[in-house]
């Protein structure tokens, strides 16, 4: 029924098409498109994503506990899109490096029998410190703050 | 997309839709529009769009756009406002019992216009219900389920079943406390009847309100009853074509004959003014927001919506079994769609009076139902 | 699997019933000792003649601990005989006045007592009590170990059937302390029990069923049971309502009272029938000492209208949350300032307790100020609501255009 409001809203050309009439015709075609512009506004407000995975809301993340994490042993906190491990280095010292592989993005795996951090992609390697082994990674690993409250892991990313 | 008038000393300077022609059949995709439109002439599809359209723009038409006649209008454009809003709140909504009403939430608090959306769709559902009984009742009145517009009468009912249908399923998705139990005690009446509840409990996944009974809403809500719809739409169209449109009265002016270009243009004014009836409704009078829904607490002064009082109260102080009442309701509007094979004798004063005060009986039991069940159970 | 299952469970079944002949062959056995020895051996053969101490001894802790009751009556519980049985050292029914030295012969034993950690100073304490000193006076009307934790069937405190378990500790001491008879020919007063049951303390404890509500003992001590010195009152009651207290201390009446030789807290409260903190009692609470229309009474109506403002403000944006929740608006940060302001409020009663208005103005302004914080906040936001009901009317205006325009068209074309 409604299906080509457009289709009619264009001018008729008049017999005579005088400027005033033709200034008349655009500018109610002007104010009509200005429906379009209010729903296209209202609509792409309500449909704008939302930045939740991609910012990091938080800048301090709670990390677990300490003692749950034994000495020269890795874990992977999941965290965003920047997740990260926990590296334990001794009784009080942590180190928190990005699990994203330096090469190609892919999340590292933590081997645990050589104490190592290994690509699953391309089977890049890295030291617990984030340093590379080998492998086709051009970069050491981020790592960032650690800070250790109350036995309680917090990471400043 | 440009005026239908073919001019042409203009014709070289933007015939942008003569090199699309060369390449499309815009006149054949315009026919397929017209199946879902007003048009109701057919569409040579051999000839130019422009020529098809400023045929069809000139052709002389009774001045529909009047007067009872809006209401199918009326109801197509709520039904498209209905699908738009339901399709942007279908971008943020997630149909589990944990997400539901969290997502519900977030749409109509935190994101920007989600309200709007939000309150136009639920504000539409209420209104569309409401334009297509009365049209229900206008075509009944004017007698237009008479021979050959059985099927246009079939269709009327079958839309206005799957309307309240879809009322029905999409009050269950915001899984508020409201909506929660109004759907479980919805089902507990359908549910206890002979062979029509087992059969409904399988197609809705069961006869507990729980997640896999919203999944199934939610698909029904979505999916079936919005197709469904449109196939009556197109019957509809289709039964137009060919028995022509319903005639119009002469009125003390006569009937006033317009082109049909002169006609779409009340039916967009009409389009725009029930758009700014449901935004100034939305806006004005936001429907109450409830709380969560827990299923091990029911909410006292649980109220059907408007429109199901009268079966409410019939079911709740009828003189019988809820399941015989649940059954006597789903015959009688059954039967609502037996009127045009039932008054069949030619058509005189006398037998229209007949049937308008049979009508007009049924309509007034239905309305004193209607008040009984908004006093009945008010939580003091 | 389904088809085996039946075999499986016949196999079980028979086993079962090969089993326990075998199980119950065991008890059954007369011969070797029976498992626990103390448990049926407790009361030896003593309760051939005493049925019904036998059933309330061999249910009570002792019998489990190989206490015989020849370790209290004396005499020789293996013999069946009168003469037989009561020999040997019997001692019959104990008197009273001998009663919490002889229990005493176990439990201060430090010895005796280490295996069960059970302390060993109740009856030196017990000697200290009200109790212990009158009865070394001579007076056997005195509650005795036996008066509250029985004769035969003593039962450990955390057993909720003991007489000593905390819900039933008023009902114990109200047994001598709550009856007119007991009481007659004493300087003790017999209501305190019916006191106590009227009080916010009694009724959490009995009605509400609160096991951690103070009982008679929590003020007045368990073994040492006695009236707290006159001056000590207040550090009892502030055990618990430290906050009170300090604010108490900060104040004037500490002074004053100690001067004029009035108990502390009871001079207000009441000592057994305490009843509900209820801020209202500020305004009428202070002419029961000071003069009516005197500086003090105007003080504490002011501080009763200081916290009535300050709880009428939050209650106030309180409903505008909800309202606003109704919406909806996002109300969650509200909520959790609103808490902290209620938690002010909270403080303004115990900081009352210290006479000192700018103390108290303290915590109510406070409570107030997030109270009117979170309203104007609201107030904002539901202002937003009432800007979307003026952009209607812009809308409104757009739309008659809208209309004006599209006639124009129609108009337009119907020339052509």
Request: hydrophobic share 45%.
């Given at each position: 029924?409604?299906d ?19 200034f ?6 002007i ?18 994503p939302?930045a ?9 993340v709670?990390?677990?506990q ?11 906190v ?41 690509c ?38 | ?16 839709v ?6 499309l059949?815009?006149?054949?995709i ?21 020529e098809?359209?400023?045929?069809v ?5 009774p ?8 209401l ?6 709520l039904?498209?406002?209905e ?9 943020w ?21 989600g ?29 237009l ?20 249908q879809?009322d029905?399923?999409?009050r269950?998705?915001p ?12 089902l ?25 009974v919203?999944?199934?809403?939610y ?25 022509g449109l319903?005639p ?6 006569g009937?006033a004959?317009t ?14 003014l ?9 806006v ?7 709380s969560q ?11 059907p ?12 102080r ?53 008040v ?9 | ?15 079962l ?11 059954g ?6 498992a ?7 009361a ?9 101490e ?26 069946l005989?009168?003469?037989?049985a ?14 919490p030295?002889l ?20 009856y ?18 005195v ?32 047994g001598?302390?709550?009856?007119a ?11 305190v ?37 006159f ?17 108490f ?20 409260h ?10 209202q009692?500020?305004?009428t ?6 003069a ?20 009428a403000?939050?209650d ?10 109704r ?49 104007t ?16 009317v ?13 006639r ?9």
């Amino acid at each position: 029924m409604v299906d080509r409001p457009d289709s009619v809203a264009a001018p008729q050309p008049a017999a005579e098409p005088s400027s005033r009439r033709r200034f008349l015709g655009t500018l109610s075609q002007i104010f009509l498109g200005l429906w379009g512009l209010g729903a296209i506004g209202v609509i792409g407000a309500y449909l704008r994503p939302r930045a939740r995975g991609e910012q990091v809301a938080e800048r301090i993340v709670r990390a677990g506990q300490l003692e749950d994490l034994r000495i020269g042993e890795a874990r992977l906190v999941r965290h965003g899109t920047t997740p990260f491990f926990i590296v334990r280095q001794d009784a009080s010292r942590v180190l928190a490096l990005s699990a994203v592989c330096t090469h190609l993005r892919c999340i590292l795996d933590y081997d645990r029998e050589r104490r190592g951090l290994v690509c699953p992609c391309h089977a890049g390697r890295f030291d617990l410190a984030g340093n590379v082994l080998s492998g086709p990674p051009p970069r050491a690993l981020a790592s960032y703050g650690v800070t250790v409250r109350a036995g309680e892991i917090f990471v400043h990313l | 997309m440009s005026a239908p008038t073919p001019d042409p000393g203009r014709a070289p300077r933007r015939d942008w839709v003569a090199w699309l022609e060369r390449r499309l059949n815009l006149s054949e995709i315009f026919s397929f529009v017209t199946h879902f439109g007003f048009v109701h002439t057919p569409v040579d599809t051999s000839r130019p769009v422009r020529e098809v359209m400023h045929g069809v723009a000139s052709e002389p038409v009774p001045s529909y756009a009047r007067g009872p006649r809006v209401l199918g209008l009326i109801a197509a454009i709520l039904f498209g406002l209905e699908a738009l809003t339901g399709v942007l709140l279908a971008c943020w909504y997630r149909p589990t019992p944990e997400a539901a009403f969290p997502s519900t939430l977030t749409i109509a608090r935190d994101l920007p216009f989600g309200w709007f959306l939000h309150q136009m769709h639920a504000w539409g559902a209420y209104l569309l219900i409401a334009v297509v009984t009365l049209r229900l009742l206008r075509l009944f009145w004017d007698g237009l389920y008479r021979a050959p517009r059985e099927v246009l009468w079939w269709s009327a009912v079958a839309m206005a079943w799957i309307v309240v249908q879809s009322d029905f399923t999409g009050r269950l998705l915001p899984w508020d406390s409201h909506s929660y139990w109004s759907v479980v005690r919805g089902l507990e009446v359908v549910e206890a009847q002979p062979i029509v509840g087992p059969l409904l409990a399988f197609f809705v996944g069961g006869k507990v309100v729980n997640e896999d009974v919203l999944i199934r809403f939610y698909v029904l809500h979505l999916l079936v009853l919005p197709a469904l719809f449109l196939g009556f739409f197109y019957l509809t169209f289709a039964t137009l074509r060919r028995v022509g449109l319903s005639p119009v009265a002469e009125t003390a002016r006569g009937t006033a004959a317009t082109t049909y270009r002169d006609h779409l243009f009340s039916m967009v004014i009409l389009a725009v003014l029930a758009f700014g009836v449901l935004v100034s409704l939305a806006v004005l009078a936001p429907l109450p927001f409830q709380s969560q829904a827990d299923p091990y607490s029911t909410p006292a002064g649980m109220r059907p919506p408007w429109y199901m009082l009268a079966p409410y109260a019939l079911i709740e102080r009828g003189f019988g079994p809820r399941w015989l009442m649940g059954a006597g309701l789903g015959i009688a509007s059954l039967l609502v769609l037996l009127v045009p094979l039932w008054v069949r004798g030619p058509e005189d004063a006398a037998a229209r009076r007949q049937t308008r005060l049979w009508g007009g009986a049924a309509f007034g039991v239905w309305i004193a139902l209607s008040v009984l069940g908004m006093f009945l159970d008010r939580p003091r | 699997m389904s088809a085996r299952a039946p075999g499986l469970l016949a196999l079980v079944a028979a086993a079962l019933v090969l089993a326990a002949p075998a199980t119950r062959a065991q008890p059954g056995n007369p011969t070797p000792a029976p498992a626990p020895p103390s448990a049926s051996s407790a009361a030896g053969k003593c309760g051939v003649c005493h049925p019904r101490e036998r059933v309330q001894f061999e249910s009570s802790r002792h019998a489990q601990e190989d206490v015989h009751c020849v370790s209290c009556h004396g005499g020789n519980d293996r013999e069946l005989t009168v003469p037989a049985a009561h020999s040997a050292g019997f001692r019959g029914r104990p008197a009273r006045a001998d009663i919490p030295k002889l229990c005493a012969s176990c439990h201060a034993d430090e010895s005796r007592m280490r295996a069960y950690n059970l302390p060993v100073d109740q009856y030196a304490l017990y000697q200290t009590s009200g109790h212990g000193r009158r009865l070394a006076a001579g007076d056997t009307r005195v509650a005795v170990c036996s008066d509250c934790h029985g004769a035969h069937d003593i039962l450990p405190p955390s057993d909720t059937r003991s007489r000593v378990y905390s819900l039933n500790i008023p009902r114990t001491c109200g047994g001598c302390h709550g009856d007119a008879k007991t009481a007659a020919g004493s300087r003790m007063k017999f209501n305190v029990f019916q006191d106590y049951l009227t009080s916010v303390h009694g009724r959490e404890l009995v009605d509400h069923g609160n096991p951690r509500a103070p009982t008679c003992v929590n003020c007045h001590g368990v073994h040492g049971a006695a009236p707290p010195a006159f001056g000590d009152v207040g550090k009892v009651c502030g055990q618990c309502h430290s906050e009170e207290r300090r604010y108490f201390v900060a104040g004037p009446h500490r002074e004053a009272l100690d001067r004029a030789g009035l108990p502390e807290c009871v001079s207000c409260h009441s000592n057994h029938a305490i009843t509900a903190a209820a801020p209202q009692r500020l305004a009428t609470q202070c002419t029961g000492c000071h003069a009516a229309g005197s500086r003090e009474e105007a003080l504490g109506k002011r501080l009763w209208t200081e916290i009535q403002t300050a709880t009428a403000e939050i209650d106030k944006a309180t409903a505008l949350a909800a309202q606003a929740e109704r919406v909806p608006l996002n109300t969650e940060d509200y909520r959790a300032r609103l808490e902290e302001a209620r938690t002010y409020l909270r403080e303004a009663l115990p900081a009352a307790h210290s006479a000192q208005e700018d103390l108290v103005a303290g915590f109510t302004g406070r409570a107030r100020s997030v109270g009117q914080e979170v309203e104007t906040e609201i107030y904002a936001k539901l202002g937003h609501v009432r800007t979307r009901k003026l952009l209607l009317v812009v809308f409104w205006f757009y739309l008659l255009i809208t209309i004006l325009v599209l006639r124009r068209f129609r108009r337009s074309g119907r020339g052509a």
